[in-house]
């Protein structure tokens, strides 16, 4: 009898035992989950996650139609110039209004998203791989080598990144794919800035020397430790870069060193308006707020970001 | 000549120095002992007493500035980068903050997988032949295997401390430096893994090297125990005998500050003045010597004698066992 | 009302935070009683409320997340928590102080540390001149040479730095002094000699104190009495001798089996099976029942409240339910 008393003492205890924590133990989400989880709670990020995509629906839309009716639309709407609706006011036919030469400027607008964005992420990538590599290894090793690479950049720094981008420009000349590495070494200085000292933190981590305890290789360590647990901040700074690299190809395209006519890349659109600024209010104002817009939007997801990958605010 | 065992560990006039802005720092200065198979030595001292990187140094996380490490008979310091990473696998470390000595970005399991991999001991395309060895990792460390798929930030401080463990113990080492394992845990968890780590050094024959500033816990694992003081041995000794006769006057003072837990429990306390002088550049002579009650002129230059007041009981002392 | 001899009389605190995770009941019916020049060990591991205890206590719940939901703290006969936060400001620091577990974030980095114990005594309504004396006596106090009081906080060590907090905190002479783990980021040494100056300064202000630890062993060093936590409730409370001669509630047996002996010679020790539990979500019942070694059914559904042992002594367990309750239930 007693001992079966305690051995139903037993099994209830083993069964409490076993489970009120299953469920808690084990939330089964990894930090990319958690992130999205903060993330979405922000309203303001959200809206620039969904601007931002918007633009990228938009121009891979405008790409396909290019391909499929061979550029006739292209040509039709966007190149052709019409002399006889010159500065023509938004209408129900012209959502938008109609430009210096009498082009439809939503049209433009919707076909010149492609250059801003994927020239400006194309050259924020190129920032990122180079400034990156250089600032791990500038972090990771230290010492001369950190020196040597620091030092390099800080002369880069030195100059601003306009003026870097233009002497690029000016010596390379004004292919597209000159403009995306100009504006891209303009950046590499600070993305090396901000990796490097994320990776001089994360590499005092105990894990780093655990994982040189078992005999790893730097590259193994780099590469797989040290990068991984770095990115969040040079991935908030890489968000606000593309906004920054939309702004610097405007620029680039408004002096006349980017994109060239007739290509309706957005800067050049506000480039080519502002001497008919006093005649047509709209054909300054429209592309102006495009551009506001998604760097806004940039701005707004690089911040909400930065919140989701802070882990101080986490719980 | 007779067949004399080799000591699992060796270490001879060990010396760890960095350099600073202010000067060389001498974090490790001149220690030499031995540890025997299957054994435990506690290495016990303050913050900054040199322990933490005494352990690094031995495993050459830290390169030695002078002096040898000897595992098994053979010369650690002069083993070359290939050699080293083989012996890696029988020298592991477990670190004190469970937080920070796992990384974030890998699951349980490719945390203790991770150093198979690294050594070569399995392909890393062996993926069931490695899911079997962590399983039977976890499994001696007491972790569910349910958990297999976590991550670290989702487990409480002494589910990461046995990850810790499983990772080292991933590559079945002979020999293990404990760097404070149990200092971050609340003590009923503290006590689950002081257990676990004593059975492991049962089933599996280990070797370690305990570091921590907590002397009971240090007593209640250890075999031989290890006094530092700024990066100095100041004494050395078998646990029992330590805190029945402490004879260094650090020792003494040290012992009789731990408050214990029983109210009754009276002693004569020893009240230290001052706080630890800077392991910078230090003076020549005993570094107790300024907070010393018995310090004389003579402990102020020159060398210290260590003394074996015992057998087997050293102490860096010119008055060992005053009081 | 509460008892006259009791400068704090704490019943049945209640108080959650709301997160996303969930409502984390962080004390749930904590009841305990503090005799004037007393001082009260209070017992526990991470997450058992502790901490929120000493900030309830204080009047510095961050609201929102946090919400006292139930009880009453009575402070010298008034209840704390009806007072308005114009009146709190009054009774903290002056009447009420607090000190810190970490000695390297709780000082102003850019304040000298005379002009950081001047600020208190000028909230508090000295003059200049007077400030300026004050804390040139609160440094001398605690060992600390006056001259010094020109010194910025990185000039000091950590010892040193946990001195001088304990200044801070000493310099309006307040009745009542929560001690938030003061010692855990000092070494065993320096621990001691910030302890025995504590025991020193506070007979001679006849001061109340309140210590937040986990080590058992600066408990039984410096306690009068004793209160051990678990889950946001106090399991056992007694007098210093009747805890640590008596311990009662499996809990603080389990506490015990858990530290090694410097004493004796123990080859095992015997912890605690399993883990605090997550404290968005409870166990229903004595919150320890699933780790508890004596549970049985009953105390997953015993509507959990203390029982008297003898004495002061009080614990929180269904094994000690009295037998005339057991019979009406």
């Known amino acids: 009898m007693i001992m079966k008393k305690q051995e139903r003492i037993q099994k209830a205890r083993e069964d409490v035992l076993n489970k009120p924590y299953e469920a808690a133990d084990v939330k089964q989400r990894s930090l990319f989950q958690e992130t999205w989880m903060r993330f979405r709670r922000s309203k ?115 100059m601003p990144p306009m003026l870097l981008a233009l002497t690029v420009v000016a010596a390379l000349g004004t292919a597209t794919i000159n403009v995306v590495v100009a504006v891209g070494v303009s950046f590499v200085p600070s993305f090396a800035r901000v990796l490097r000292a994320s990776v001089l933190q994360v590499k005092e981590q105990e894990y780093i020397e655990a994982a040189k305890a078992v005999g790893s290789s730097h590259f193994r360590i780099i590469t797989q430790f040290v990068i991984p647990n770095s990115l969040a901040p040079i991935i908030v700074q890489g968000t606000l870069g593309v906004a920054n690299a939309i702004l610097t190809i405007a620029s680039l395209s408004f002096v006349g060193l980017g994109v060239q006519s007739p290509l309706p890349e957005w800067g050049l659109m506000l480039s080519n308006a502002r001497n008919y600024m006093r005649e047509a209010w709209h054909i300054t104002v429209v592309p102006g707020i495009a551009i506001m817009l998604t760097i806004l939007s940039l701005n707004l997801m690089g911040d909400g970001l930065r919140d989701a990958m802070d882990p101080k605010l986490k719980n | 000549m007779a067949e004399k065992s080799v000591p ?51 495993l050459r996380l830290h390169e030695p500035t002078s002096g040898k490490v000897y595992f098994n008979g053979e ?100 020999f293990i430096v404990c760097d404070e394992p149990v200092s971050a845990l609340d003590v009923s968890i503290q006590a689950q893994i002081l257990n676990l780590m004593q059975d492991l050094q049962q089933q599996l024959g280990l070797t370690y090297l305990f570091i921590t500033h907590n002397m009971s816990v240090v007593k209640h694992l250890s075999d031989n125990i290890m006094v530092m003081y700024l990066g100095q041995m100041v004494e050395f000794c078998e646990a029992k005998q330590l805190f029945r006769n402490p004879c260094h006057p650090y020792t003494q003072a040290l012992l009789s500050a731990i408050p214990v837990p029983d109210p009754d429990y009276k002693t004569e306390r020893i009240l230290l003045e001052g706080e630890l002088t800077s392991p910078i550049n230090p003076a020549p002579g005993c570094r107790f010597a300024k907070r010393c009650r018995y310090a004389t002129e003579q402990c102020f230059g020159g060398e210290t004698p260590v003394k074996e007041v015992e057998p087997g009981h050293f102490v860096a002392c010119h008055f060992p066992g005053k009081r | 009302m509460a008892d006259n001899d009791n400068i704090l009389e704490i019943r049945d605190l209640k108080i959650v935070y709301k997160t996303q995770e969930g409502v984390v009941e962080a004390l749930n019916g904590a009841s305990l009683s503090l005799k004037r020049g007393q001082t009260l060990g209070l017992v526990g591991e991470t997450g058992a409320g502790k901490t929120t205890l000493a900030r309830g206590i204080m009047g510095l719940i961050p609201k929102p997340p946090g919400q006292v939901v139930g009880g009453e703290i009575f402070f010298n006969g008034t209840d704390l928590l009806k007072a308005s936060e114009h009146d709190m400001r009054k009774v903290r620091g002056a009447q009420i102080s607090m000190i810190f577990q970490d000695p390297m974030t709780s000082l102003n980095p850019v304040m000298t540390v005379g002009e950081q114990i001047e600020e208190v005594l000028r909230a508090h309504g000295r003059s200049v001149k007077e400030a300026v004396e004050g804390a040139h006596e609160m440094l001398e106090m605690v060992g600390i040479p006056k001259e010094r009081a020109e010194e910025y906080p990185h000039q000091f060590s950590g010892g040193m730095k946990q001195r001088i907090i304990i200044a801070i905190a000493l310099a309006c002479n307040p ?66 001798r009747e805890i640590f001669k008596d311990p009662r509630h499996p809990y603080t047996l389990g506490l015990f089996g858990s530290i090694p002996s410097l004493s004796e010679d123990t080859d095992r020790l015997t912890p605690i099976e399993g883990m605090p539990p997550d404290p968005t979500r409870l166990p229903t019942g004595c919150p320890f029942h699933p780790r508890c070694q004596y549970a049985t059914e009953a105390c997953a559904q015993w509507k959990s409240e203390a029982y008297p042992v003898g004495g002061e002594h009080t614990v929180r367990c269904l094994r000690f339910q009295p037998a005339e309750k057991r019979e009406e239930a």
């Open chain 1, 44 to 158: 303001t990020a959200m809206f620039g996650l969904c601007f931002l995509l918007f633009l990228v629906l938009v121009s891979i839309t405008t790409v396909v139609i290019d391909v499929v009716t061979d550029q006739e639309i292209y040509n039709n709407y966007v190149i052709e110039q019409d002399p006889a609706s010159r500065l023509q006011l938004p209408s129900g036919e012209h959502l938008l209004g109609m430009d210096e030469l009498g082009r439809d400027i939503l049209m433009r607008l919707l076909w010149g998203a492609r250059y801003s964005l994927f020239m400006s992420l194309l050259s924020i990538v190129v920032a990122l791989l180079v400034g990156g590599a250089l600032g791990a290894i500038a972090g990771y090793f230290g010492g001369k080598t950190d020196n040597i690479i620091m030092r390099i950049m800080d002369v880069l720094l030195s």
């Open chain 2, 8 to 58: 699992t560990l060796q270490v001879e006039h060990l010396k760890k120095y960095f350099k600073t802005k202010k000067g060389w720092l001498h974090a490790v200065d001149d220690v030499s002992f031995s540890i025997e198979s299957g054994q435990t030595l506690g290495v016990v001292g303050e913050s900054g007493c040199g322990k933490s990187t005494l352990g690094r140094t031995i």
């Open chain 2, 75 to 174: 010369d650690v310091t002069a083993f070359s980068k290939a050699r080293m990473k083989q012996a890696r696998s029988d020298m592991q470390i477990i670190f004190q903050d469970p937080y920070a000595s796992l990384n974030p970005r890998m699951t349980v399991s490719q945390t203790i997988a991770y150093p198979l991999i690294i050594q070569g001991k399995y392909d890393a395309r062996d993926k069931e032949g490695i899911a079997k060895k962590v399983r039977e990792v976890m499994d001696m460390v007491g972790l569910a295997q349910r958990l297999v798929n976590t991550y670290p930030h989702e487990l409480d401080g002494g589910r990461r401390q046995r990850i810790g463990i499983a990772r080292a113990l991933s590559l079945e080492p002979k």
């Open chain 3, 175 to 240: 009745e009542f002094l929560i001690a938030d783990e003061p010692t855990t980021a000092l070494d065993v040494t320096i621990q001691y000699q910030v302890l025995v100056m504590m025991q020193k300064l506070k007979e001679q202000f006849n001061t109340s104190m309140l210590m937040i630890t986990h080590d058992l062993g600066i408990v039984a060093q410096n306690c009068d009495y004793v209160a051990i936590m678990y889950a946001g409730q106090v399991v056992e409370y007694g007098a210093l």
